[in-house]
């Protein structure tokens, strides 16, 4: 609006400084004496300037308005030249201001639709430079979470393929270390489970990073241990959870923590620690809890792995070693033995007339005398070898690095005790013996198979000598 306003005041001004020069150069009686060509210049100009004026007025908006003035104009120059032949030109001037006033209006209806979709554009364009200059500032935070993302899957390839727990928990602390780095030190602790105390399992140190000498964990492990769930501390010397003057004696600043959960159970957890202070945020935060939702859950398998491989090799009745453990570890004792070339010694223990208690008490009464001999042996042979069930009422002991004298000494011990400890089946006492079988390497054999056949020959001697008594080969 402000510019229509001024192209109207400038041509309005126009007009009245022309109009002032035609009075002062061309008064009424000299302009009728000019010659005709002059004349004719003169009414041609003020003609052309007429027809100007009502244009611009069409193109300012007010076309209408300065009609009027034209025809004021046409009228004025008529009546001071006394010829009315200006007034033929009306028509054409109300025609070039009117179809300049609707020309002008339509343009500037488009003109203003173009300013819209330009204003428009502008801004979209304006919303996609800033999107992507938030995408390029991001871009490293995202690389470096793609990256991370990445080491996790190695990760969780790594501790899935191993199912010792011992191999598991060394990986996961290193590999913590590895994932989410700024970090000095990197602990894990495990839950014992019947005293739900804290004890380290395996840590990891960079070089002249001091280590803990707490083996059950400090205030901060056992703050997780109480509440269970992650934490962070930026500054250990701010935050105000904690005292400060309660710290072990270390120079960490900053450290975060992440329980080792399955399912409601708290099996441990996993620390990261470092010698500046702000080191941590909540993504790695995050990120560690990530960690040890994967530690757990392989922590837990190999747990479970390690319980079934003990269920397999271990007697249900009993709790002693099963007959195929027994032949794996006597093989893996021989060698070494012949590796080290230290002696070894192999008993095989048979219950006298065990199939008497069976049919006289019944076989859960069996049950109770294979149990109570058994647990027997544990306490006085468990610290010498390893006791196995062979099969039915016999019994073996390996017993690596002990010679035929001391395995001798050893099963006399055990035969005594066996024939002075009481039975109570069905409330009544009675009195268990056993015939024994004594073979040693090198002498008895060399191999499994020769050791095993001396060692059953001696025990078939004992029996066929009267039982309750020890044999050698």
Known sequence: MNKRRDFLLFAIGLWVVLSIALFIFFPPGRLLDIPSRSHFLVITSFFCFSAIFSMLGGYLGYGWGLLG?????????ALRFTSFSFLSSLPILMAAGTLTHFAVRSLNGKIKQTEISL????????????????EKSHRPTLKRKLGR??????????????LVLKEVIQSAVREAYEVIGKSGGSLLFLVDEEEGNLSLASSFFV????????????????????????????????????NPDE????????????????????RGLLRLESLARDSYTSDDLRLLSIVGDLVA?????????????ELARVDELTSLYVH????ERLQEELLRSQRNRTPLSLLMLDIDHFKTYNDRYGHIAGDLVLKQVAQTLKETSSAEGTICRYGGEEFSIILPERTKEEAFALSEAIRQRIEKEPFFLRR??????????????????????????????????????????????
């Open 247 to 266: 710290m072990e004696k270390r120079d960490i600043r900053s450290l975060m923590a992440t329980p080792l959960m399955s399912g409601a159970r708290m």
């Open 69 to 77: 003035g034209s025809v004021f104009i046409v009228s004025f120059f």
């Open 207 to 242: 070089k002249d990073f001091p280590r803990t000498r707490s083996k059950k964990g400090d205030f901060f492990d056992q703050w997780v241990l109480k509440h269970r769930r992650p934490l962070l501390v930026r500054d250990v010397r701010k935050d105000f959870r904690f």
């Open 149 to 162: 993302y990445a080491s996790l899957s190695e990760f969780m390839n790594l501790l899935s393929a191993s």
């Open 428 to 473: 009544e006492k009675t009195h268990v013996t056993l015939s024994i079988g004594v073979a040693s390497f090198p002498e008895d054999g060399l191999v499994k198979e020769v050791l095993l056949k001396q060692v059953d020959g001696a025990l078939y001697r004992a029996k066929r000598e009267g039982r309750n008594r020890v044999c050698g080969s």
């Open 324 to 327: 195929r453990y027994f032949q």
């Open 297 to 309: 859950s392989s922590v837990e398998n190999a747990r479970l792995a390690q319980r079934t491989e």
């Open 119 to 134: 204003e428009r554009l502008e801004t979209e364009e304006n919303l996609l430079t800033e999107k992507e200059q938030k």
